[in-house]
């Protein structure tokens, strides 16, 4: 099982990326995406369930939207809005559930740089 993460960049405060995690070789209740910034604890971002429920931080609410594609095992995170705080390393998780858990896989994460 891998986790593939794309999109990241370098935009200016109040552009827009996409993030693309590709989930190839298994099935996970749950994949979301986390930030790890400098300085900073690694912090939910958002996050989506087989069903399509879905979880977002507080500072993303609004201006993030996660979704999933079961065709391509696909997650994408659409982030409009950006603001400098966003900067970080964002990587995604496939997990059975909400919780962090030792049965977790993680991708290698993509930079996303917000210039002020």
């Known amino acids: 099982v891998q986790l593939q993460a794309s999109g990241g960049g370098l935009v200016q405060a109040g552009g827009s990326l996409r993030l693309t995690c590709v989930v190839s070789?298994?099935?996970?209740?749950?994949v979301d995406w986390y930030r790890q910034a400098p300085g900073r604890q690694r912090e939910s971002v958002a996050g989506i369930d087989r069903r399509r429920n879905t979880r977002y931080g507080e500072d993303v609410k609004g201006r993030f939207t996660i979704s999933r594609d079961y065709n391509k095992n696909t997650v994408y995170l659409q982030m409009t809005n950006l603001t400098p705080d966003d900067t970080g390393a964002y990587l995604c998780r496939a997990s059975p559930g909400w919780e962090l858990s030792e049965l977790d896989l993680w991708g290698q994460g993509t930079q996303v740089t917000v210039s002020s």
């Open positions: 070789g298994g099935m996970f209740n749950v």
